[in-house]
């Protein structure tokens, strides 16, 4: 079975600082990844995936994620964080093998992002 | 296209009493997921449905059932409400195919005391 882990349950950075959130996976096929933010009352919102290609992809609000295949990592990067990304985010995987009931996307526990000003 | 779009957004059970989180969606998608959020827990997957009369059951389906009479509905049904389903309810939906990229709607927010 495939699980995710994300090690940041609680971060808390100054306005400007730099951010990086990390997520790891288990399986070792082919998966599907992505991020999801969940600003404060709100529902989860897709900020960026990776299906295949250039393992660095570009989501909105200037983040941007590497998948680092040896690794098994998926971290989430932003290189100035601002007030309004304070939220929780959501890393998940879904292992592109497994077909029909199978296929379910996996989510890590979350890590809430505070920003100070 | 409104998305996915859940009813109600709040509600207060007491023990032992029922109701029905509704969720549609209009995109058309085959797959819809029920889930539930506790803190520090992340998401799990209580029961999910890969179309119109077919469900199966998630990570965490006791004391839950669903039906999928219709591709737009898939309501989640609690019968016997119990403090341990004081949780935030998420439906989501999906195309068909292996990417499984899922909307989520906006959420129920249930406390049973």
């Known amino acids: 079975a495939q699980s995710v882990s994300q090690h940041n349950h609680h971060v808390i950075l100054s306005e400007a600082a730099s951010l990086e959130l990390g997520c790891n996976y288990s399986?070792?096929?082919?998966?599907?990844l992505f991020w999801y933010v969940q600003y404060p009352g709100q529902h989860l919102q897709l900020l960026l995936k990776y299906f295949s290609g250039d393992p660095l992809v570009k989501g909105i609000k200037g983040f941007e994620a590497e998948f680092i295949k040896s690794k098994f990592s998926f971290n989430l990067r932003k290189p100035s964080v601002q007030w309004s990304d304070t939220a929780e985010y959501f890393c998940a995987v879904n292992a592109e093998r497994l077909t029909g009931g199978g296929n379910k996307l996996t989510f890590g526990t979350g890590t809430q992002l505070k920003v100070e000003l | 296209n409104a998305g996915v779009t859940q009813t109600p957004k709040f509600r207060i059970l007491k023990i032992g009493q029922s109701m029905t989180l509704q969720c549609t969606q209009d995109m058309n998608h085959n797959y819809m997921y029920w889930y539930r959020q506790d803190p520090g827990m992340g998401l799990k997957l209580i029961y999910y449905?890969?179309?119109?009369?077919?469900?199966d059951k998630g990570e965490v389906p006791n004391g839950y059932n669903v039906s999928r009479s219709t591709t737009e509905d898939f309501p989640l049904r609690l019968e016997l409400a119990a403090p341990s389903q004081t949780s935030v309810y998420f439906c989501?939906?999906?195309?068909?195919?292996?990417?499984?990229?899922?909307?989520f709607g906006p959420g129920t927010r249930l406390t049973v005391t």
């Open positions: 399986y070792g096929g082919t998966v599907n």
């Open positions: 449905s890969v179309g119109a009369g077919i469900t």
């Open positions: 989501a939906s999906r195309t068909s195919g292996r990417k499984n990229e899922q909307y």
